[in-house]
């Protein structure tokens, strides 16, 4: 018999598309990180709509999908030390500097606060949260995303009322 992974995916071939599903993004290069995310997240739904949670291990990996989701991504939770000890921080200025995205909610979230001390990073960069990974128990994660996703929704509407007129 086969073992059972109980933080997989379940199979549905019916994958919501975008304008069913809000599609949020973890960056962390701890495997753990992106497991305990997933699972934390999986019956989370805002609007009656499902999440769809992609993900990266770097910041690299993390700047394709960015640019493959574009306006569609909503959110994306950010680890500030990866492959470097400021590779999200560089991740956060290529999205809203060099990419010009300024729709999708951004949350950095840590484990190593001294690397980035939060008044410094929520001052210097465009940032909606910062979070110590110790300090989101599930009830403070859900409350984050129900804030992310109705902030993103907002400036989504107000986006298309704008060009409407």
Known sequence: MAPVDWLAEENDDSTPDSTES??????DDEPEVHAVTRLALRRFRF???????HTAATAQEALAIVRQLGDDLAMALIDV???????????VKAIREEIGNHLTRLVLRTGQPGYAPESEVVRDYDINDYKEKTEL???KFQTLMYG???NYRDLKQMRAA???H
């Open 22 to 27: 809000w599609q949020i993004l973890v960056v």
């Open 162 to 164: 704008a060009t409407a």
């Open 81 to 91: 030390v990866m492959e470097s000890e400021h590779a999200g921080l560089d991740l």
């Open 148 to 150: 992310g996703l109705r």
């Open 47 to 53: 609007e009656d709509k499902p999440l769809i949670v």
């Open 137 to 139: 128990t599930a009830q």
